[in-house]
């Protein structure tokens, strides 16, 4: 199913809780150009190292958090074997791929789309709205115009391996909103450049075969993510409606605000979901990054991936998590 996912674990063998990913020469070029003035820091949901790299290349060349944690999620954006993000997502239930994201930075602007159908770049149409509409939320047709008016090209975002996916559901149809930790690859990112300013950006097409409309997470400012430049910033994955519920993204920076470490943070917020009864065995992964550039991230359920960034090293974790 997740062929990138797959490949590292087999290579890497499961429950090593820590692995070294081998970093290409021209990133190799540009670590050694950062580690002239460290601090940059990047971490990201699931085992996204194509879009790590290529946010790492902004921050080495002295760019913006914002600029690298929009560079980072147009990877998977672009990518058709990763059915849980932008081209080649797995479709609605009515075999429509439609798509969510958003992107916040640090003067703690946001901007957002949601509903959004054949527009793959979608964390760049929310920077769009961010950055020249007076509004934070666009969504559906409303969104797929502005881009239109911004020069997005439209495209049909639904592969041969999707549609096959869909069709196959269709046999049964059954809807269960639940999402199975190790099928997701939806990305949420966070960076801190060299001036010390944090950004971060999430995006997805949302629960394979859902409610037409149906909406996640992803990109709700304050649950699928949360940027303060003074305190830290947060995101995360899976079960979109559990974290809708409580509010993620923020709740897990506002315990960073009292003091809390990162880590402990994201742990905090993993255990306010267990009240949540109705949804069976859901999953949720967080992941933060506090102004410090301190780091943290835990799940509901073991199968969480992370990967981090600092001084050009790219390492690839187990999450810890909540039900042994
Ligand atoms: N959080 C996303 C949603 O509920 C899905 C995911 O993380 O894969 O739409």
Redesign the pocket.
Known sequence: MNTRRDFFQKLLGAGLGMYSLQIPETLRLLQSESLKSPGRKIIA?WNNQKAVEAAWKVLSQNGSALDAVEAGARVPEADPEDT??GYGGFPDRDGEVTL?ACIMDHLGRSGSVMFVRNIKHVVSLARRVMEKTPHVYLAGEGAERFAESEGFPKENLLTEKARKAWEEWLIKAEYKPK?NAER???I?ILAQDHLKNLSGA?T????AF?MKG?????PIIGS?LFVDNEVGAAT??????A??RKVGAFSIVEMIRQGMHPQKACRKAIERLCSIQDYGEFQ??YIALDHKGQIGAYSLRKGFQYIVVEEGKIKLFDSDYHFH
Do not use: F, Q
């Open positions: 949901t849980s993000v969510d999402i997701h690859d939806t949420g999430c997805t097409s949302g629960m859902k149906r909406v996640g997470d992803s699928g995360g994955t899976g079960l979109g409606e974290v809708n949720v992964g």
